[in-house]
């Protein structure tokens, strides 16, 4: 697995010196998630993200790459942390509520909508990437446009995600075909089984990204949705505006860009220029 990271971001993340105090104690045990100081204190931040997820938060052995993880990286060294203070925790999308409120990690970064439902009991700073559900189709293929070209076609998602279900709901005469993962649906693309695969286009990016796709696959670039990916944070924290200036300073010099750049490399993917960058949303 190639290296995602920016040019320069351990550098900054290195020469940080933003600290910030506990929500609700002193240690990382306390109620605030671990918010602890940090900056030369030797002590760690949590950091939830995605561990099989190329391109966004993947890892391969003890490397941890992808856009997410880059994300990461950039507030963590705004907030005082060291590289070498992460601390990274697989958070797979059913247990993220649970991990944040039981105090297993301090934030997560884990291509996590913001939504009110989970707003109810999930503090988030954020976006830092707006992306939307689109169609990944063969390099070769310009008979699919958009999801309006799905009548008839055979496409594939994951099995009880969100993706599949809208298709289900809005675009009934496309032959859904579900699998377990992602990396099922591509061998499915490649062998011509299906015609398409949907999911968040940035996720469809990273994918094709990939040593082993490159040049294979394409993101069409027609979104039919809008998901916010926000940064969790435990209920009452005392961070969002913090992580908020951090991305918004990340936008600023650059870095943010450089980041989508190199993780969707050889995607054939262009982002959503309408809705990225995105203004992270004031704190509660």
């Not at 999801?147 to 496409?155: A, I, T």
Request: negative net charge; aromatic residues 6%; proline residues 4%.
């Amino acid at each position: 697995m190639r290296s995602s990271k920016p040019l320069g971001l351990a550098a900054m993340a290195a020469a940080a010196a933003l600290t910030l105090t506990a929500c609700g104690g002193g240690d990382s045990g306390g109620e605030g998630g671990g918010e602890s100081t940090a900056g030369g204190s030797g002590e760690s931040v949590r950091i939830g993200i995605k561990y099989d997820q190329p391109g966004l938060g993947y890892r391969d052995g003890d490397e941890y790459t992808g856009f997410d993880v880059d994300v990461a990286e950039y507030v963590a060294g705004e907030l005082g942390y060291s590289e070498d203070q992460i601390e990274w925790v697989e958070s797979p999308s059913a247990n993220r509520e649970n991990m944040l409120a039981n105090d297993q990690v301090d934030m997560i970064f884990a291509t996590y909508s913001i939504t009110d439902a989970r707003k109810e009991t999930v503090d988030f700073a954020g976006p830092y990437f707006v992306a939307g559900q689109d169609l990944l189709v063969r390099e070769d293929d310009s008979s699919i446009q958009g999801p309006e070209d799905l009548e008839g076609k055979n496409l594939c998602s994951v099995t009880g995600s969100t993706s599949a279900q809208k298709v289900k709901d809005d675009h009934p005469g496309a032959n859904l075909v579900e699998q377990p993962g992602y990396a099922d649906c591509l061998t499915a693309l490649e062998s011509g089984q299906v015609d398409a695969v949907t999911t968040d286009d940035i996720i469809l990016a990273g994918l094709a990204s990939t040593d082993a796709n490159q040049g294979k696959f394409k993101v069409v670039g027609n979104t039919f949705s809008e998901e916010r990916y926000g940064v969790g944070l435990p209920k009452g924290s005392d961070r969002c505006q913090a992580v908020n200036d951090a991305i918004t300073k990340m936008i600023g010099e650059g870095a943010w860009e450089e980041a989508v750049t190199e993780n969707t490399e050889g995607a054939d993917y262009e982002y959503n220029r309408e809705l990225n960058p995105p203004t992270p949303e004031p704190c509660a």
